[in-house]
């Protein structure tokens, strides 16, 4: 809402949030319905036991006092739930507070739990994805998406649902195949909604249809702490080395003096299971000989440089100064210095 003067003007994207909100609560209404009656039926319970014992004090078990309680705590129920229903139907936006993306989903799942698809969903859920934005609109669009999900899943499909940090955003990611004879390009409002919204916290929202499945992924930008917490324990952690070289003792030897430096480090002698190495082992900095036998290490390289996320630095180690595979990011003669080991650590670490 903008001012003008002595009026206002309600804008155009808030008032598009608000409906939205408004939508999610409507489809949430089972699950409040069904709070409601529980808490009702606990007090229901206490009067029923209260009654028989003003009616027969001798020939129960309990004192009127035990009555009391049991409705003073049914009763605190009660109000505790009607306090979270108004609250999240009148609820305004607010101003942007910090919580966990981690958090904030999985209460969304427990207001969506009379939904089949969420109890049979999968769920990878990571704590400490903690965001800065409106905490009210960011679940209603969390809610929204995995709502639409729903709504166009076979009665037999299963959802996916992720939660974690990736680089410097939160990810909530839902992925649901499509149903048999579905159009897999056609648009969809909710998640084009969903998109344009997530502007008004800094965030955005990118729709995959490629393939049999269509995936939702909501990136917001992480917290400035959690950014400065994952540098500095970037930073603490010892540097990850991987070398692969045909001469054996060149490998082992570089790879000793790194370890009594304090770094992690792991040695190849082939090409064999350079791939496979490169992914499990995540090194910082990979040292790779340009004649190593039993692959292609530019084609590796292409592979590395294609992967989305963190990637090592590349090296070539050759003992050739023509040849330079334009795909590494660094290119060494042997024999090897220690100034140049020492400043590509440096660089790796930043």
Known sequence: MSAIGNSFRLDERELQASALRSQVLERCRRTLVHDINNAVQGIHSGFELLTKYIRSPGNTRVSADDCIALLHQQLTTLRRTLD???????????????FDLAVLTSDVLRSLRHERAVERARTRIEPGAFVYARRVNVRSFAAALILDAIDHLDRDGIIEITVRRHERDAVLEIRAPFPVGAA???????????????????GALHVDSAGEQFAMTMRLPLCERELDETAQTQRDKPVRVLIADRNRDAADSLATILRLDGMETQALYT??????TLQH?????????????????????????ATSGRRPLLVQVSSNEEIKHEEFDVHLLRPLEWSQLHALVQRARS
Do not use: S
């Open 84 to 98: 979270r229903i108004v609250a999240e139907a009148a609820e305004p936006p607010g101003k942007p507070q910090r």
């Open 184 to 202: 897999a390009a056609a648009p969809r409002p909710v998640p084009q909604m969903v998109g344009h919204l997530l502007a008004l916290e800094q």
């Open 271 to 276: 090409g064999t299971h350079l791939a496979a």
């Open 281 to 305: 082992f995540q090194p910082d900095i990979a040292f790779l000989d340009a004649d190593l036998p039993d692959c292609d290490i530019r084609a590796i390289a292409r592979t590395v440089i």
